[in-house]
C-alpha cells in the first residue's frame, strides 16, 4: 500500500516524489511499484478519468508499462503537481487530489474527467459480497477461502473500499454498512 507520498512537477516537466526519511526521487519508468499499485486505483476508483488516460495514450498500449506509467505519470501531473507540505497526496492509499495550476484550465476537454475526477463509490459486485461476509464476521482468510481469491486481493478490495467511502478502517466499513447502506 502506498503511503504518505508527496508528488510535485518540477519547472522543467518531470514529476518529483518524496516520503518522509527518504531523499527526494524522479518519478519515473522505473518506478514500477507504484505504477502497478497506482494504475489499479485509477482504474477502479477513477474509471472515467482512465478511459480518458487510456484514450489519450492509446498509441503506446503496446508496451504495457510505458503505457501504464504515461498514464500515472499524467494523472500525478494533474492531480498531484503541487508541493503541499499539509497533507501527503497519497496517505494509506488514499488519494488526496488537489487542484494544480494548469494553463489548460478552461480549455481542456478532459477537465473534470482527468484532473479532479469524480471518486467512483458505487460498490462493484465483489465488494459488496466482501463487505457482507465481513459483517457476518469472517476474517479476510476466510474470506479468500470463501470466494477463492488471495487474502490479498481481499485487502485490496477493503483498501479500495474505504477510498471509495472516505473511511478509515475496516470497522468503519462494518459500521457504515450494519446501518442499512448495502
Request: glycine share 4%; net charge neutral; with cysteine.
Given at each position: 500500500?502506498?503511503?504518505?507520498?508527496?508528488?510535485?512537477?518540477?519547472?522543467?516537466?518531470?514529476?518529483?516524489?518524496?516520503?518522509?526519511g527518504e531523499p527526494?526521487?524522479?518519478?519515473?519508468e522505473s518506478c514500477?511499484?507504484?505504477?502497478?499499485?497506482?494504475?489499479?486505483?485509477?482504474?477502479?476508483?477513477?474509471?472515467?478519468?482512465?478511459?480518458?488516460?487510456?484514450?489519450?495514450?492509446?498509441?503506446?498500449?503496446?508496451?504495457?508499462?510505458?503505457?501504464?506509467?504515461?498514464?500515472?505519470?499524467?494523472?500525478?501531473?494533474?492531480?498531484?503537481?503541487?508541493?503541499?507540505?499539509?497533507?501527503?497526496?497519497?496517505?494509506k492509499g488514499r488519494?488526496?487530489?488537489?487542484?494544480?495550476?494548469?494553463?489548460?484550465?478552461?480549455?481542456?476537454?478532459?477537465?473534470?474527467?482527468?484532473?479532479?475526477?469524480?471518486?467512483?463509490?458505487?460498490?462493484?459486485?465483489?465488494?459488496?459480497?466482501?463487505?457482507?461476509?465481513?459483517?457476518?464476521?469472517?476474517?479476510?482468510?476466510?474470506?479468500?477461502?470463501?470466494?477463492?481469491?488471495?487474502?490479498?486481493?481481499?485487502?485490496?478490495?477493503?483498501?479500495?473500499?474505504?477510498?471509495?467511502?472516505?473511511?478509515?478502517?475496516?470497522?468503519?466499513?462494518?459500521?457504515?454498512?450494519?446501518?442499512?447502506?448495502?
Amino acid at each position: 500500500m502506498l503511503d504518505k507520498i508527496e508528488f510535485y512537477t518540477s519547472p522543467d516537466g518531470s514529476v518529483n516524489m518524496t516520503s518522509p526519511g527518504e531523499p527526494t526521487r524522479v518519478f519515473d519508468e522505473s518506478c514500477r511499484e507504484i505504477v502497478t499499485e497506482m494504475i489499479a486505483t485509477i482504474r477502479e476508483l477513477y474509471p472515467k478519468a482512465y478511459e480518458a488516460l487510456a484514450e489519450l495514450y492509446v498509441s503506446s498500449k503496446k508496451n504495457v508499462s510505458y503505457f501504464e506509467y504515461r498514464i500515472v505519470h499524467r494523472f500525478i501531473r494533474c492531480n498531484f503537481g503541487e508541493f503541499d507540505t499539509m497533507s501527503h497526496d497519497i496517505d494509506k492509499g488514499r488519494y488526496n487530489i488537489e487542484q494544480v495550476k494548469c494553463p489548460l484550465r478552461g480549455e481542456c476537454r478532459n477537465e473534470g474527467i482527468i484532473c479532479m475526477p469524480t471518486l467512483q463509490t458505487k460498490l462493484t459486485a465483489r465488494e459488496e459480497e466482501i463487505v457482507r461476509l465481513r459483517i457476518q464476521g469472517m476474517s479476510n482468510l476466510e474470506i479468500a477461502d470463501e470466494l477463492c481469491i488471495s487474502p490479498y486481493t481481499v485487502n485490496r478490495h477493503l483498501q479500495i473500499i474505504r477510498s471509495r467511502l472516505k473511511l478509515k478502517s475496516t470497522s468503519q466499513i462494518i459500521s457504515y454498512f450494519t446501518d442499512g447502506k448495502i
